[in-house]
């Protein structure tokens, strides 16, 4: 495991010019949920998450990550749980914590969103 501090506008080009394509196998996004699918979709874009990724985003519901929550639920790229927690000593703050296991660029129909039932 490596750490690294700073921006995830800066962390994520670095991660491709020092690694390569498919090197990440576990992510876990706790910055501002508002900004998780700009993220996720530019480590998509790059090729970095390696097939069986797990992606981990904490705080979806406040301050808010719908579009991301929308992405990993419904491409067949994903499969995805929602979890409902307590915020840390909030016993009556709800939010939800997001985990997904990436199945690579070509899993499923492309990463069109799943049909609605």
């Known amino acids: 495991v490596e750490v690294w501090i700073g921006q995830v506008k800066d962390i994520i080009p670095r991660l491709a010019e020092d690694f390569g394509e498919y090197n990440l196998n576990m992510v876990f996004m706790d910055q501002r949920g508002t900004t998780f699918h700009h993220d996720l ?4 874009e790059l090729r970095l998450l390696a097939p069986m990724c797990r992606i981990v ?3 979806t519901v406040k301050p808010g990550a719908p579009e991301y929550c929308w992405h990993t639920t419904k491409s067949d790229h994903y499969d995805t749980t929602n979890y409902t927690l307590h915020e840390f000593l909030e016993a009556t703050i709800e939010d939800w914590q997001v985990v997904s296991d990436y199945h690579g660029p070509r899993a ?3 990463g069109a969103p799943r049909a609605v039932p």
Do not use: V
């Open 108 to 110: 499923g129909n492309s």
């Open 57 to 59: 985003a904490d705080n």
């Open 41 to 44: 979709s530019k480590l998509e």
